[in-house]
């Protein structure tokens, strides 16, 4: 039986941030030092939900729980599958790398939880329900066309609508479930401009739409880019939903943008917002909100503060990101929430049954590259340092198989075990500027090798580092350095992933014997 290895004192640290030693009793921004954007929040009595984006990944839409704004424990996903067809599955060479689902928006009205998002690849609005968010199950509903970057809104007198739209923002009627489009009506424009309020000169159009009514008022938040400046909040204010509204600069600081407002039971007022910071991801930040003027007033002299008057953070845990030993008993999930695949699963090819207490990776088909091999099982990397380690038996690998642990995105890097001619090698392979390049190879003379990946995120050097060992304790620095970089077309920070794919013959496997934080 493999012993539990518990997170070290040393990543708890670096999972709750530069400043929690400094301040330990209040909470610090980042938040969540983790790949958390596209944020949706909602309040239901003393209890706050959230959900966010993981575009090609799957199951898609995670929801988190948090009763402090500051500490989210992951309580599942929106969906398993988005929807059966070849590029989000990873099939006949098409991928959703950067589509898949975007944006959600998150709503509790009469008793039912409402969360929509919508997809690219599709072209679809999807909408899922349920009366209970923590345990599901989630009724599954679409339609066209896709609404971009929409905000579901329930108003007082019964209506149904979304809000969404880039620089054009668009208001269309839904039936009353949500679940389509109210037949007979038309969208309309609510603001012809909405990145009026940044200037004249805007690279990035509004978008991000969330909308809000508080004492009478709309309130609608979208983020903007102007030229050669940074991310921008806008919020436009109006009396009626359809207009006219009114519109300033909230903030501009850092380039921390996109998100809404959320209130405390005892009245106090935040806004959620997330900032691009390189290759870790988008990650989250709060600020404190009062009004003025009947204007919610961002952060603290237009600057998004370190330290918040919230709970500290006891670090990412709540299966956000876990260790994992691959062990299971009676009862529990089969895999942690903290997992995605990389595209939806071919959920004949893995199993942790067929060699309990690991992770086994079979082969089903030949393919040519990292960016096409189905099932690999991912985890988010985490700043501003983070150790991710596995240990790989390669005994049943066929001739031309690749396997073992991987910094993930566009240009990625990957340690393992590469088999030629029915020879094992520990190989590390790098993919720049669109090359994939083993950088350096030893012959592999036992069946267990040990894998590990370093990365450093601190002030954005965003670089990975990797190391093999034979015995699980003396490692070595392995192949090169990869400078990670964070790309539109994948549109997701680094992950780890354990992988294997076929490049000859399918039907080998690959057992992983645990993820560790280490």
Known sequence: ?????????????????????????????????????????????????????????????????????????????????????????????????????????????????????????????????????????????????????????????????????????????????????????????????ASAPAGPNIGLPAEGSQLFKIDGWYYLFNICWPKGGMRTVTVHRADKITGPYEGRVALQDRGIAQGGLISTPDGKWYTYLFRDFGAVGRIPYWAPVHWADGWPVLGVNGVVPDSLDLPASKGIMGEIVVSDEFNRKKGDRVLPYAWQWNHQPANSLWSLQQRPGYLRLTTGRVDTSLFLA???????????????????????????????????????????VKVEKNIPYLVMVSNANGQSVEQERIPLQQKTVYLKADCDFRELTDKGYFYYSLDGRSWVKFGTVLQMKYTLPHFIGYRYGLFNYATKTAGGYADFDYFRWN
């Open 374 to 416: 189905r099932n690999m099982l991912t985890q988010r990397t985490y700043g501003p340092q983070c150790s991710g380690m596995t240990a790989l038996d390669a005994t049943n690998m066929k001739d031309g198989d690749c396997a073992g642990l991987t910094l993930f995105q566009k240009e990625y890097a990957w340690i393992g």
């Open 1 to 193: 039986m493999k012993s539990l290895v518990l997170l070290t004192a040393f990543t708890l640290a670096c999972l709750s941030g530069y400043a929690q030693a400094k301040t330990p009793d209040k909470a610090v921004n980042p938040i969540i030092y983790a790949d958390v954007p596209d944020l949706a929040m909602i309040r239901v009595g003393d209890t706050y939900y959230m959900s966010s984006t993981t575009t090609h990944m799957a199951p898609g839409v995670p929801i988190m729980k948090s009763t402090d704004l500051v500490n989210w424990q992951m309580l599942g996903y929106a969906y398993d599958v988005l929807d059966e067809v070849d590029a989000l599955n990873l099939d006949n060479g098409k991928s959703a790398y950067g589509s898949g689902s975007w944006a959600s928006s998150l709503r509790y009205h009469n008793g039912v939880f409402y969360l929509t998002t919508f997809c690219g690849t599709t072209h679809k609005t999807y909408v899922y329900t349920t009366k209970d968010i923590e345990k599901g199950p989630w009724k599954k509903a679409s339609f066209t066309p896709m609404l971009h970057d929409h905000s579901l809104f329930f108003d007082d007198d019964g209506k149904v609508y979304m809000v969404y739209g880039s620089g054009k923002i668009m208001l269309t009627e839904l039936n009353g479930d949500a679940a389509g489009i109210k037949p007979g009506t038309e969208s309309q424009v609510i603001i012809e401009n």
